[in-house]
C-alpha cells in the first residue's frame, strides 16, 4: 500500500511555507499533487485546523507533521513521525456560553 501524504495549502500553512515543502515533495517523489506511484499518493488538502503550527502535512490520515521543514519532511513522512490527527472534536458550545456569561 503507498503513503498518503497530504501538504495543507491553507492560508496559514502557504503563508508558513507549504509551497516550499510542496516543492521539496515533488523533487524527492518525482509526483506533482494529485498523482500516486505503487510507493507515495500525494497531493494537497484543506486546512487541517493547525493554522499556527504550519506548515502541516498529513500521513496516511494517522498522523501531522507540524511546522514542517524542507531538510527533514520526507524522513518524516517515511516514518510516519508526528503527532496524532485529531478530527472531527465535538464542541459544546452551550457550555462555553455558560461559562461566558
Known sequence: ????IRVCDGGS????????ILRTI????????GQSNNEY?????????HCGMGPNVVVDDEVVI??????????KIN????????QGVDVDI???MKDLV
Open 13 to 20: 500553512c502557504l503563508y508558513d511555507g507549504a509551497v516550499k
Open 41 to 49: 499518493d500525494f497531493d494537497r488538502c484543506d486546512c487541517t485546523g
Open 66 to 75: 507540524h511546522e514542517a521543514e524542507e531538510e527533514t519532511v520526507m524522513e
Open 1 to 4: 500500500m503507498n503513503k498518503k
Open 26 to 33: 515533488e523533487e524527492q517523489t518525482g509526483l506533482a499533487p
Open 94 to 96: 452551550d457550555a462555553i
Open 79 to 86: 516514518k510516519k513521525e508526528g503527532a496524532p490527527l485529531i
